[in-house]
């Protein structure tokens, strides 16, 4: 089991950026940052996995968010660039050791952080 602990959340206006913070116990094999809106599901943003780092991201985010990680430091990063009000939600940062995918779906993952509240203002 892999312990995770997000940080990085706050209250940022439209346009402005924030970067999440997640630290791990020991490194997975991927690791991905999913979002949950207020009276939504929780939804895929991006993930980074293997050897070769390969890097997905949801449409809504391409171009703005970048995810990253420190292999020595067992640490993944999301850089947010360009937020917008619908960015709005608890983020939270996912673990897992499995080989095949799908890596956009929370079930793939057997680790979980707490969450960290991203608020966009209008």
């Known amino acids: 089991q892999v312990q995770l602990v997000e940080s990085g959340g706050g209250l940022v206006q439209t346009g402005g950026s924030l970067t999440l913070s997640c630290a791990a116990s020991?490194?997975?094999?991927?690791m991905a940052w999913f979002r949950q809106g207020p009276g939504k599901e929780r939804e895929f943003v991006a993930v980074i996995r293997g050897r070769n780092d390969n890097i997905a991201y949801v449409d809504s985010v391409k171009g703005r968010f970048t995810i990253s990680r420190d292999n020595a430091e067992n640490t993944v990063a999301l850089q947010m660039n360009n937020l917008k009000p619908e960015d709005t939600a608890v983020y939270y940062c996912a673990a897992t050791h499995a080989y095949s995918g799908p890596y956009d779906s929370p079930s793939q993952y057997s680790d979980w952080g707490q969450g960290t509240q991203v608020t966009v203002s209008s």
């Open positions: 020991s490194r997975a094999y991927a």
